[in-house]
């Protein structure tokens, strides 16, 4: 089945640690994008990708780094400047815009929690 | 002013009842419309997609937009239980939105009582 696939489900971060959550999608999309969500505060976009190699920041990019090697494959870490790190963070893809006026394609999330 | 308001609920409603969601907007610009669902610990998931104003049905489930408002609604008939979820809606522009895509409400959390 085609989808999007976040893991882990649950992370754990130590202060000062950086960790990377994973994002893969077999749906040959061009487009990913990293969002997150916090009670009350819907869903911030984190950083965006429109092709391979080339990603850009979205409203809340501060303490958060990315890559896009692989069409399929589109990491996010969260670094140890993130202050705040603990929430739910979703993956998503789409066709290449105007492919967005179809609606994103979201994984199942991975909430990080700070311990 | 925020471009996507959204009554953020809760919104409890008994099982059976028609329930209206909505969503205003303030970007003129907006012109494809969509309807998301959200269990809980989920990823959002993609319940209608409209384009005109007018209505869209599918089942249980009525797309209501009025451009000239800015204005749009989900109507849910009959509701379950299992309707039970965070619904959000996202709007982009005719060229997808620019770059980065969809803009989203904050989402209605909506709860029906058995």
């Known amino acids: 089945d085609g989808g999007i696939t976040q893991s882990p489900k649950y992370l754990f971060r130590k202060e000062g640690q950086n960790v990377t959550l994973s994002c893969e999608q077999n749906l040959n999309h061009d487009a990913m994008y990293w969002y997150r969500q916090d009670p009350g505060q819907g869903l911030r976009l984190i950083y965006y990708s429109q092709i391979v190699n080339d990603f850009q920041k979205g409203d809340i990019a501060e303490g958060y780094s990315v890559s896009r090697e692989k069409k399929e494959s589109f990491p996010l870490t969260v670094t140890s400047a993130q202050k705040n790190p603990t929430a739910f963070y979703l993956c998503?893809?789409?066709?290449?815009?105007?492919?967005?006026?179809?609606?994103?394609?979201f994984g199942s999330g991975t909430r990080l929690t700070v311990v | 002013q925020k471009e996507v308001e959204q009554d953020p609920g809760p919104l409890s409603v008994p099982e059976g009842a028609i329930v209206s969601l909505n969503c205003t907007y303030s970007n003129s610009a907006f012109q494809y419309f969509m309807w998301y669902r959200q269990y809980s610990r989920k990823g959002p998931e993609l319940l209608m997609y409209t384009y005109s104003s007018g209505n869209k049905e599918d089942g249980r489930f009525t797309a209501q937009v009025d451009k000239s408002s800015k204005y749009i609604s989900l109507f849910i008939r009959d509701s379950q239980p299992s309707d039970s979820a965070t619904y959000l809606c996202a709007m982009t522009t005719y060229s997808g939105g620019g770059a980065d895509g969809l803009t989203f409400g904050k989402g209605t959390h909506l709860i029906i009582q058995p």
């Open positions: 998503a893809s789409s066709t290449a815009p105007p492919g967005a006026l179809y609606g994103y394609t």
